[in-house]
């Protein structure tokens, strides 16, 4: 064997190295949304009703469909994850929280489509709420939010 092939280093690195992301608990609790910022958003479940009126109306007016695969998964999956599945419902809840201005929209949808328990539990997966309304008006939303759905839907 060739001695000198076991004295061969190896070339040094020639990338850069990679930077520490940051800034993800920071957005969540600031709520930086970039360009999203104030832009309406749907819970689940207003997206499902929207989602199924479309496909209805498609159906209805004989329009060829080309529903690939992924609107059939999103379907599927908002039928699924949705939480309020009856139209009354949905758009009771939409009006509890569009009188709620301390909230941007995204946190509207996302207290519409979680569901939390607690309030506690709200502002642990939705922190940028956490100084936006007291644990007692939070808690109360929520309780408000809850009666609204129906497990025989």
Request: proline share 3%.
């Amino acid at each position: 064997m060739n001695s000198n092939f076991n004295n061969t280093l190896a070339p040094s690195a020639t990338g850069r190295q990679r930077e520490a992301t940051t800034g993800g608990e920071e957005a969540a609790a600031e709520l930086l949304l970039g360009e999203f910022n104030g832009v309406p958003s749907l819970s689940l479940s207003e997206a499902r009703l929207l989602i199924n009126a479309v496909i209805d109306h498609r159906q209805k007016t004989n329009r060829k469909m080309q529903e690939g695969d992924t609107l059939r998964s999103t379907q599927k999956w908002l039928d699924e994850f949705a939480r309020f599945k009856q139209k009354e419902n949905i758009e009771a809840v939409e009006r509890l929280l569009a009188g709620r201005a301390e909230f941007e929209p995204f946190e509207r949808s996302q207290l519409g489509s979680l569901c939390c328990d607690t309030s506690e539990e709200a502002k642990t997966l939705i922190p940028s709420i956490t100084h936006k309304i007291s644990d007692e008006d939070l808690q109360e939303l929520l309780d408000n939010i809850t009666s609204l759905r129906t497990f025989v839907e």
